[in-house]
């Protein structure tokens, strides 16, 4: 009788073996492919220049700019509190500890928005969420915010309000690089004097 | 208890269930309709080297039929297939991409050695649908640069676009540090418009309170 207990227990022994020889699984998390395609199909990850101009400017604690280009391209120039990491380097040790952090809102950008996207689509697929992608990427926003073009007379006031806005944020954005590199001990002083400026310009 | 281990048959009872229920587990183990089989690294060589990418030139053996081993497959949706697609192309919108049928078609495409192009108004449209195609592991789709609207700003003379590279993304159309410090410059240089900068700021105080 016993012995049937002793059976018994063998087999689960056996049985629980075959543990060692199931296929590695930590994908756990990773988002499968029809949910994939259903978020690539919905265009709310694209964050437009504007959006994020006015995020930098006040401060937005939540938002986590995330610069894909490579090393180099991230020392000549980036957004201001963008940290790199370099689309090559998205699944390297380390750089994952950037994405998914509680309540931050993490934006990628590149030149333009390939670059940014196809790191999105990784990202995505490794399960992290609140990610977005900036729409038209540097080269945007070089022509939006730091170099507005003026609209034509006889564009909407939408396009004007918007136009003020984006003067008021290249003053910020080019006029904050003069602070921090011309006068050292002033510079965080100019900041955020300007800063409010700039909202004002844009909220009045 | 003694009652129970005088009864073998419970035992195997217990033996008989206890196998059931490992072979229920084992039958029902979820088997996802669709499975990637590009790690994540492999996605990130891909797209970094840019593999699977087809030159808007590369179309026009494709268009005039000297190559027949290539299907064009147009992602946009019905509507805008309807108004104006590149020449023999079909359309598969992307939300309809992964319904069984399409997969079942683009697996025997596959196994046919046919290279499947998809496309969408723009390089960006179809990247995301190109990505999960690459990733569950149809290594023959590819993605046509510059997309429809690249297309159609070139239309017969395709094969001359070579020479316009506006397909060609990822690049930067300004040195960003340069135009981003525009203002820096101009006040560096001449330094009594320090005094400017000043006074500006001084407005900014007055608005700061204002509002």
């Known amino acids: 009788m016993n012995r049937n207990y002793i059976y018994l227990t063998f087999l689960i022994l056996i049985l629980s073996?075959?543990?060692?020889?199931?296929?590695?699984?930590?994908?756990?998390?990773?988002?499968?492919?029809?949910d994939l395609m259903w978020d690539i199909m919905n265009p709310s990850r694209f964050i437009t220049t504007d959006n994020i101009a006015?995020?930098?400017?006040?401060?937005?604690?939540?938002?986590e700019l995330i610069d894909v280009r490579s090393v180099d391209e991230y020392n000549d120039f980036t957004l201001q509190g963008a940290i790199n990491i370099p689309l090559d380097s998205l699944c390297a040790e380390g750089y994952q500890d950037y994405l998914g952090i509680e309540d931050m809102n993490a934006v990628f950008f590149s030149n333009d928005d390939i670059k940014a996207d196809q790191a999105w689509v990784?990202?995505?697929?490794?399960?992290?969420?609140?990610?977005?992608?900036?729409?038209?990427?540097?080269n945007c926003w070089i022509n939006t915010i730091i170099i507005p073009k003026m609209p034509v007379e006889t564009a909407s006031s939408e396009a004007f309000e918007q136009y003020n806005?984006?003067?008021?944020?290249?003053?910020?954005?080019?006029?904050?690089?003069?602070s921090s590199d011309n006068a050292g001990e002033k510079s965080s002083v100019?900041?955020?004097?300007?800063?409010?400026?700039?909202?004002?310009?844009g909220g009045c | 208890m003694h009652i129970h281990e005088l009864n073998p048959k419970k035992t195997v009872i217990?033996?008989?269930?206890?196998?059931?229920?490992?072979?229920?587990?084992?039958?029902?183990?979820?088997?996802?309709r669709l499975k990637y089989t590009q790690t994540p690294e492999e996605t990130i060589e891909m797209v970094v080297w840019e593999e699977g990418t087809v030159f808007p030139y590369e179309l026009v053996d494709v268009l005039d039929g000297s190559i027949d081993t290539v299907l064009l497959i147009d992602l946009r949706n019905n509507f805008e297939y309807g108004k104006g697609h590149i020449q023999d192309a079909e359309n598969i919108s992307s939300v309809d991409l992964l319904k069984d049928e399409n997969i079942d078609r683009l697996k025997q495409l596959k196994e046919d050695g046919i290279a499947v192009v998809v496309y969408g108004k723009n390089q960006l449209e179809a990247n995301g649908p190109w990505m999960v195609l690459r990733q569950l592991g149809f290594d023959n789709v590819k993605i046509l640069l510059g997309g429809y609207s690249y297309y159609t700003k070139w239309g017969n003379?395709?094969?001359?676009?070579?020479?316009?590279d506006a397909y060609f993304l990822g690049g930067?159309?300004?040195?960003?540090?340069?135009?981003?410090?525009?203002?820096?410059?101009?006040?560096e240089t001449s330094n009594t418009k320090a005094k400017v900068t000043f006074s500006r700021k001084k407005k900014a105080v007055v608005a700061e309170g204002g509002c």
């Open chain 2, 14 to 32: 217990a033996l008989v269930l206890f196998a059931v229920v490992i072979l229920f587990g084992l039958l029902t183990v979820v088997n996802p």
């Open chain 1, 165 to 178: 806005f984006r003067k008021g944020a290249s003053m910020y954005f080019t006029g904050a690089e003069i």
């Open chain 2, 157 to 164: 003379n395709l094969g001359d676009s070579y020479a316009d």
């Open chain 1, 190 to 201: 100019k900041v955020t004097r300007k800063k409010k400026k700039a909202v004002a310009e």
């Open chain 1, 17 to 34: 073996a075959g543990v060692f020889f199931l296929p590695e699984r930590n994908n756990e998390k990773f988002l499968n492919p029809e």
């Open chain 1, 54 to 63: 006015q995020m930098i400017i006040e401060k937005d604690p939540t938002l």
């Open chain 1, 122 to 138: 990784i990202a995505r697929r490794l399960g992290f969420g609140s990610i977005y992608v900036l729409k038209g990427g540097l």
């Open chain 2, 172 to 187: 930067a159309d300004h040195d960003f540090a340069e135009v981003a410090s525009t203002n820096f410059s101009d006040d």
